[in-house]
């Protein structure tokens, strides 16, 4: 059943009507449509490729063409009934509600999506940064009346160093330990590619060797035109253990731990991360050289922005959002928790 | 501070020693003066930060920072130093250059109130000995480490002349008080692990009464006493001045000389009647002591050797003189805090070995056995003096949880914590009454971390827990040199050095060790 609405009613409009959380995500009524949905729905819209934010199974899917790739890379063609590509600062129309794509300068097609409805804009950030990255278009400040943030290192004792010297240390490092393979965990989708590709732009040129599990996002990037240089596969072919003395090895987190790791030469525990901050955490793991490197915002990065774009009202979501909020407080702005659950710490 | 950071961060998290020595070796060689020499000087805490108390530098972050913003960082972070050094306003850095160590330094001795968090360390261990610190030094002027340690006492951050000595720019820097620590002789076990197996070795090992000396090894710090020209101080072996905390020991120190001995409290109201080392730990590690401490706690100094006496150095003479010396020493300068330790008459290896078996005392770790030949030499070296501790004890224990280790052992479980059975509210439990990283083989660890992966029952991060019920666990048995009482752990007691000695795959948890057999060596 269908009611003309009221132009009174129009001008009138709160920003919880045009978009509000869900058990399955955040969901625009007047458009029909979710952004980054938790689960399985009609009509989904993709900030980027992270499996926390892009989900197999819906009915339609609306993103950058990269996001899509890489969607299709992970879960195989059929990831979506159809699938629908945006165009960077192009406004679209779903179901009578504007929506438009800009850089989000967080991995690879990652965008932020401007919804706006009868003079209201929300945008939803989805995961930013704003440190400089060769593997992505920067991220672009949208003017608007809500702004919905990420709070993964939202604690003022996060702040991340810049990245080109915490790359200088690793390839110190490989000075200092010649005979050490240099095991670098880093985040499959994003993380691995940005580090190979800073290497390279710091004039490392010898091969690098990555875990199986990197190959194909690899691959992707490469041919998105992010160019790695060489690369060549962790496998132990001949019982010479020393082909890897003094190389980089690239590998997902979580393996640096693994059985897997006990084919290296007196490895030595590397993990470009932005928890690598808190000293305590890379002991907890084992990790000899903290890289301090993050695809997401500082805390500096998440005030300077809030302050650059000047939004009515903040929404905050995925990660701290009790300081951020907090902070917002005290500059005399609104701003909220936004709880959705489904979202992770991704193990970046 | 940059630098300087990154090298205290790669510090703290490379296990390995010589990993460690490069460190440290690189960045003496690539840091100018004086920042190396601060820094040096904040890893060996020879640099004395006046008094910054924790609740100063919350007031101070508070005024920077919102409490509550505060209050969740700290909450995340876990300890105070590291939480401050990480939200301190960094206004300066961003607009202009970062401190040098140099600058941080001099600001923290000209405010009152210290300004800087940068090196205030906290909970933070950066495990680099002044010892290693000392390696480094020595290995990066190409130097022995003896000269550096001769020479340490008299340094002052930021230890110009030590630089340009090391650098072959200028003079051997001079020690500048009459008392300085001399480089310690140390003793090599009487036979390594592999070769007690070997009947032939330990045949071979001929310890005869009238080639060597035996005497008891007392179960406290090595240490050495030096009264000098008006000065008196005391050193650990490693070199630390620890006088501070021993006032009275201090005091009974009044000849003209240098004794090497152990450091040792007694019971109070007795004629030196050795307390358990746990009694001394309690003395240990302070910059100063109460009078009540003072009562309960007395230290005193067992002498083993003599260096100096009267101005006259005796560390080229051999043992036999120097005992000799000693002897007459104590008996004219001897008292309540410092007193002989007794030489033990043996007339074969058999002997001592019953000798060894039942000491009089439980204090006594064992034998020491020095050539009566043997001059004083620094360092270990190999033939003129041997220690021969007791047995360790043995006892059955259960694994209870397992934690990833560092480098080479990163993807391994080699770290275990193990418990005994007692009674509980219902039936018996298992109580954690130790942890220990070594002891064990390559091949007894890969069946270890097998065994922690087929049996996981939970993970917390870098740590596992493991089945360990009556009929379904692993028992180990565990070597460890012996017991204190303690209030930090749920068992009551600390084990002194354990190690893994045996996986005992032949016995079922429900027969491992009980706390209460445990305790029983307490007394
Ligand atoms: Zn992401
Ligand atoms: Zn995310």
């Known amino acids: ?348 | 501070m940059n630098r300087f950071a990154a090298l205290l961060d790669r510090l703290v998290l490379t296990p390995q020693r010589n990993g460690k020595l490069r460190l440290l070796v690189d960045y003496f060689r690539d840091t100018p003066d004086p920042d190396r020499g601060y820094a040096l000087a904040g890893i060996t805490r020879d640099l004395e930060i006046a008094s910054v108390k924790p609740a100063m530098i919350r007031t101070l972050v508070e005024e920077r920072l919102d409490q509550v913003l505060f209050a969740y960082s700290y909450d995340y972070v876990g300890d105070l130093a590291e939480t401050v050094s990480l939200v301190w306003p960094e206004a300066e850095t961003r607009a202009n250059r970062v401190p040098t160590v140099a600058d941080v330094v001099e600001t923290l001795h000209q405010a009152s109130r210290s300004d800087g968090p940068g090196l205030v360390m906290g909970g933070l261990r950066i495990g680099v000995s002044a010892r290693l610190a000392k390696q480094a030094l020595a290995q990066f002027g190409g130097k022995d480490i003896v000269e550096i340690e001769e020479l340490w006492h008299g340094l002052e951050p930021p230890y110009l002349d030590l630089f340009a000595w090391l650098e072959d720019r200028g003079d051997k820097p001079a020690p500048n008080h009459s008392a300085p620590f001399r480089p310690v002789m140390l003793a090599h076990p009487l036979m390594e692990k592999a070769e007690r197996a070997d009947a032939d070795i330990a045949g071979k090992l001929a310890i005869a009464p009238e080639e060597f000396a035996a005497e008891w090894k007392w179960d406290g710090i090595r240490v050495q006493a030096a009264a000098e020209g008006g000065e008196r101080r005391l050193y650990s072996r490693t070199g630390d001045d620890i006088s501070d905390a021993f006032p009275d020991v201090l005091d009974a120190l009044d000849f003209e000389g240098a004794i090497d001995g152990e450091l040792l409290v007694m019971r109070p109201d007795t004629e030196r009647d050795v307390a358990p080392f746990g009694d001394l730990q309690q003395r240990l590690n302070r910059k100063t002591v109460s009078n009540k401490l003072l009562a309960s706690h007395p230290a005193f100094i067992r002498a083993y050797d003599l260096l100096t006496a009267d101005g006259n150095d005796l560390r080229g003479e051999p043992f036999q003189v120097r005992r000799n010396r000693l002897e007459a020493f104590i008996a004219r300068h001897g008292g309540e805090r410092l007193d002989l330790s007794p030489l033990v008459p043996f007339a074969s290896l058999d002997d001592l070995a019953a000798h060894r078996e039942s000491p009089p005392h439980a204090a006594i770790e064992g034998l020491m056995l020095k050539r009566w030949d043997s001059l004083y030499q620094p360092g270990r070296p190999k033939g003129p003096w041997f220690k021969w501790k007791r047995d360790p004890f043995l006892i059955d224990v259960v694994l209870l949880y397992a934690q990833r280790g560092h480098g080479k052992r990163s993807s391994f479980y080699s770290d275990y914590t193990f418990g005994v059975w007692r009674p509980g509210d219902n039936g018996q439990e298992l109580v954690p009454v130790g942890k220990a990283y070594f002891g064990f083989t390559d091949e007894e660890l890969k069946r270890l971390d097998k065994y922690v992966r087929d049996n996981t029952v939970e993970r917390f991060g870098p740590v596992r827990s493991v089945r360990a019920e009556p009929d379904h666990g692993l028992v180990l048995e565990v070597a460890f040199e012996g017991l204190n009482r303690s209030t930090r752990h749920k068992s009551g007691v600390a084990m002194r050095f354990p190690r893994i000695h045996r996986i005992r795959d032949d016995k079922p948890p429900g027969e491992a060790d009980t706390l209460e057999a445990l305790t029983a060596l307490l007394d």
């Open chain 1, 1 to 348: 059943m269908k009611f003309p609405i009221h132009p009174r009613y129009i001008a009138i409009m709160r920003a919880e009507d045009l978009l509000h959380p869900t058990p399955a995500g955040l969901y625009c009524p007047s458009g029909d449509f979710y952004i980054d949905p938790v689960r399985a729905v009609d009509r989904a819209l993709v900030t980027h490729g992270h499996a926390d934010h892009a989900r197999p199974g819906h009915g339609a899917v609306l993103a950058t063409p990269e996001t899509l790739t890489i969607m299709a890379a992970r879960y195989g063609d059929g990831f979506t009934g159809r699938a629908d590509a945006a165009v960077f600062g192009k406004a679209t129309t779903v179901n009578g509600v504007n929506v438009t794509f800009h850089p989000a300068g967080h991995v690879l097609g990652s965008a932020q999506i401007a919804v706006e409805k009868n003079g209201l804009r929300i945008v939803a950030s989805g995961d930013y940064k704003r440190a400089a990255d060769p593997t992505c278009a920067p991220f672009v400040p949208v003017p608007c009346d809500v702004f919905i943030t990420e709070a993964t290192f939202a604690l003022p004792v996060f702040r991340h160093p810049d990245a080109g010297d915490e790359i200088a240390k690793l390839l110190t490092s490989l000075q200092q330990f010649t005979e050490r393979a240099h095991l670098v965990g880093a985040y499959s989708l994003g993380k691995a590619q940005r580090v190979i590709r800073m290497l390279r732009d710091a004039g490392y040129d010898a091969p690098i060797y990555i875990h199986g599990a990197l190959e194909k996002l690899c691959n992707l990037y490469e041919s998105e035109g992010v160019s790695l240089g060489p690369l060549l596969p962790a496998t132990v072919e001949t019982n010479d253990k020393d082909q890897f003395a003094g190389a980089v090895i690239v590998a997902p987190p979580a393996s640096l731990n693994d059985k897997w790791a006990r084919r290296f030469p007196d490895p030595l525990p590397a993990f470009a991360s932005g928890w690598m901050r808190i000293r305590q955490r890379a002991k907890q793991r084992g990790v000899e050289l903290p890289l301090i490197l993050s695809d997401h915002a500082d805390w500096d990065e998440l005030t300077d922005t809030i302050t650059e774009i000047g939004p009515s009202e903040v929404w905050v979501t995925h990660g701290r959002e009790e300081a951020l909020v907090r902070w917002c407080e005290l500059q005399g702005i609104a701003a909220r928790p936004l709880n959705i659950v489904g979202y992770e710490d991704e193990s970046e």
